[in-house]
């Protein structure tokens, strides 16, 4: 094993691993290390469990199924239950979501002292090589790892203070009866929808034509017009100038004279940038990369000879799972004797909370074209699910394979519909494997669901 290295390191460091951030991946990168036997020393001055556990990932998939109990109220009728809108209470559900993530910073806690890495509550900052100094105190480590993840990005334009970011949403104690969403990504479409769907009048704002840009455009196409169906006012090539408190609430100025509003809330939702402020990066030697996010190869190493960094501070995929992957195979790396262990960014699969949700894993059709050109052969489908053939709503759901060469061997694979989020997983295992089209359709369907489409396309 490699602990040879980590045995090594205890004659000449404090710690073998020192990980600054404790979020999912500096979590799973110390409690990976420790597990091998290393000495490991996590420093966090917040809650543990970084943006996922705390204002994204958890928190958003709670609203998120509150949200889809009131389109399955609103459902209800077609299939004899009582008409009427339900009562909702946002203090209720913030202070049980809140209760319940407290509990998983315990949690996190409990499992890191179980592991017996040592929790350090305190800023970290890099003070040369090997070097941390955690609130005054200096420790040090052969090899120290930065998972200090992002924050969001607030536009640079007169009164941008006045809006709140994603964090703010998670803080709001009532729900806003009227509100501007700015954005066109995941975090955008996901708030909007929720807060949509529990009542609040949403104007969504975005700088071009439709949304999740990043994307396969049938997702971002078919997704713009659920969400329109759904209540949601788009406001397309909007360019915000400016904002201001005016008529009872805040107007947000676009640079072509429209003004949105007035409102109760505008939430930013225009990106994320690598939270590095005060870490000390020139002492030891941490380069950036052109979008100021940590620079690293694809062993997670920085420009700095024994310093790493994963998860969204590096600005590549910024998924929680991604972040936990490529701790767990750092750790693997460096004290598990894994010495080629790294984590493969391609053909990552990942899902857009909307209603209903998005899955996607590999190739955008555009992105296949331009790297196969016409080799690309696309397959889809669009219908309304069954579910929906005694509801009032009718969002029509869409399914994409994109496929390359004689073989047709799967390249990307994209959905949206009922069920999106827990098919992909299976799918994104098949297009990892080099699954081509004949395997899908030498699979039986399972009918009827919106998932045996993708084994049926012709």
């Given amino acids: 094993m490699a602990l040879s290295m980590a045995s090594r390191a205890r004659t000449m460091a404090d710690y073998d691993l020192i990980v600054i951030g404790g979020g999912s991946g ?19 001055s917040g809650r543990l469990g970084g943006t996922c556990v705390n204002v994204g990932c958890v928190p958003k998939k709670i609203m998120w199924n509150a949200a889809e109990l009131v389109h399955a109220y609103a459902d209800g ?3 004899g239950f009582g008409t009427g ?29 179980n592991r017996k890495v040592e929790l350090a509550r305190g800023v970290a900052r890099l003070a040369g090589a090997q070097t941390v100094e955690i609130d005054g105190r200096s420790v040090t480590a ?25 964090d703010g949403f998670f803080e709001l104690e009532q729900r806003p009866e009227r509100i501007a969403v700015v954005g066109s990504g995941y975090i955008a479409v996901e708030l909007a929808g ?41 406001v397309s090539n909007a360019a915000p100038e400016s904002l201001r408190e005016r008529h009872g609430g805040i107007e947000l100025k676009l640079r072509d004279g429209r003004v949105i509003g007035p409102v109760d809330v505008v939430l930013w939702a225009i990106g994320r940038a690598a939270f590095v402020d005060g870490l000390g990066l020139e002492s030891a030697g941490v380069e950036l990369d052109p979008y ?31 972040a936990i992957a490529a701790g767990r195979r750092l ?40 790297l196969h050109g016409e080799d690309v052969r696309i397959y889809r489908s669009a219908f309304v699910p069954l579910y929906h053939a005694l509801t009032r709503r009718k969002p029509r ?8 060469g004689p073989e047709q061997r799967i390249v990307g694979l994209h959905v949206i519909g009922e069920g999106a989020d827990e098919m992909l997983q299976g799918f994104a295992v098949a297009v990892r494997m080099g699954a081509s089209k004949r395997d899908l359709d030498d699979t039986v369907a399972i009918h009827p669901t919106v998932a045996e489409e993708l084994v049926t396309l012709r």
């Avoid at 799973?28 to 290390?33: T, W």
């Avoid at 990005?153 to 994603?166: M, R, V």
């Avoid at 759901?397 to 390359?404: D, F, I, Q």
Wanted: with cysteine; proline share 5%; glycine share 12%.
């Fill in 331 to 370: 750790s693997d790396r460096l004290f598990g004797g894994q010495a080629d262990r790294h984590l493969d960014y391609h053909g990552v699969p990942t899902v857009i909370f909307g209603h209903p949700p998005i899955g996607t894993v590999g190739l955008s059709e555009s992105a296949a074209l331009d």
């Fill in 26 to 44: 500096g979590l799973a990168c110390a409690q990976r290390a420790a597990e091998y036997g290393a000495r490991v020393l996590l420093a966090e």
């Fill in 85 to 113: 809108h339900p009562h909702h209470d946002w203090p209720t559900l913030k202070q049980g979501r809140d209760a319940y993530i407290l509990r998983l910073n315990g949690i996190y806690e409990r499992n890191l002292a």
């Fill in 194 to 234: 929720i807060l949509a769907a529990l009542g609040s009048t949403v104007t969504l704002a975005i700088r071009g034509s439709s949304v999740l840009k990043h994307f396969d455009s049938m997702l971002g196409e078919a997704c713009l017009e659920i969400m329109q169906a759904d209540g949601v006012t788009v």
């Fill in 292 to 322: 100021e996010f940590v620079s690293v190869d694809k062993y997670q190493v920085t420009s700095a000879r024994g310093i790493y960094a994963i998860g969204d501070v590096t600005g590549r995929l910024q998924l929680t799972p991604v």
């Fill in 77 to 79: 009728p077609g299939y």
């Fill in 397 to 404: 759901a869409h399914v994409k394979l994109v496929t390359v």
């Fill in 142 to 166: 052969a090899h120290i790892v930065i998972a200090t993840g992002g924050r969001p990005l607030l536009p640079d334009i007169p009164g941008a203070e006045l809006g709140i970011t994603s």
